[in-house]
């Protein structure tokens, strides 16, 4: 790999780990500190490696400096600290070296810790995933602001206000009590839970699959499956969710990077190695009394994974959507639940599926116009039509509004051969 695109490469994969190693060491007070110094150390990776050439091991290489930096830095603060003590005794300057343990274990451990620091319950749930974006995933300034369709000033403050909520809070980088452990898991999941559908479906950029969002989403949630206090089966469901949807990336999109509809999706280019990776995980989270929105969401998601397109598999659909609008009612679940009851009666069930959405009055989401636009289509073209307009004039992507405008044009066409 090139220098110009190692340093990205590594910036994503290790930033996180530095970060987390040195908020651990230093306090979650000392965030700055922590990521000042972890950013001088890949400024001195591009500076360093642009005249000397690449270093035989180039993560041994940032872990070295990250940690000479940071030793550096304590070591400072302890000169200045034994300074104003009065009384200083002459041997004061012959500190013991602090230490900053960039071992695997701990690597992993300060990660783990981090993400349930990040996700306090006193933190907004968009600056939880600001955060995580941030310092568990090595995202810059723009690309958060980028993802949350919003200017770097406001991501700026919106972190900073997290970073205070932090420090007068007094959170600490441990992990949770045991009885704290289930009610702070919950967060966290619904975090990467957030983090993952950003990538799946973003709006923020004209992009049909930010695949990068996603398996930092997935990633950090097999950190919770790899922690037997975390291991539990709502964090088996969400990772199985996460396979199944990831299995269908490469047919998500077509050569010229434009999204490409389920139904006309390429089976062969599904993965059926995350696909079974899923059913396994699924078979995991079924252990316990209790369900939750990711064991329904992540069934829903296996049946798609079946290209079969028959009644028995849609009637599986509708009846997980209902249970799933019993459990945690939301908008967009009613929505998506009147398209699978179309599918599920080949005779009435567009006609029921109307009826249903139609209920639902989400007028200011394009979503629920494009729905209600295929649904009338040889049933009421001009609806159709009128639908499909008004979902292109609130679509938000290019990608979006392309694939809108062939239904169009193919409902008009439809239109004029009656």
Known sequence: MEQQELIPHLFRTEYRKIVSVLCRRFGLDQIEIAEDITSDTFLAAAQTWAVKGLPPLPVAWLYNVAKNKAINYLQRNNLFDNKIVPGLKSNAFSIQEPEIDLSPKNIYDSQLQMMFAICHPSIPAEAQIGLALRILCGFGIEEIAGAFLVNK????????RAKEKLRSEKVQI???????????????????????NEGYYSESQDAVLREELCLEAMRLTYLLIENEQTNKPPVNALIALMCFHASRFEARKNSNGEIVLYQDQDEALWNYELIAKGAYFLRLASTGNSISRYHLEASIAYWHTQKNDTQEKWENILQLYNRLLQLEYSPVAALNRTYALSKADPIYGKIQAISEAEKLKLTDNYLYH?????????????????HLNTAMSLAKTAADKKILSKKILLCEQKQQLK
């Open 174 to 196: 441990e992990f949770p009590g045991e009885a704290e452990i289930d009610k702070r898991l919950e967060t966290v999941l619904t975090t990467l839970y957030l983090l993952f």
């Open 370 to 386: 494009s729905l209600l636009g295929e649904l009338y289509t040889d049933i009421d073209n001009a609806k159709s039509i009128l």
């Open 153 to 160: 000033e406001t991501i700026n403050k919106r972190l900073f």
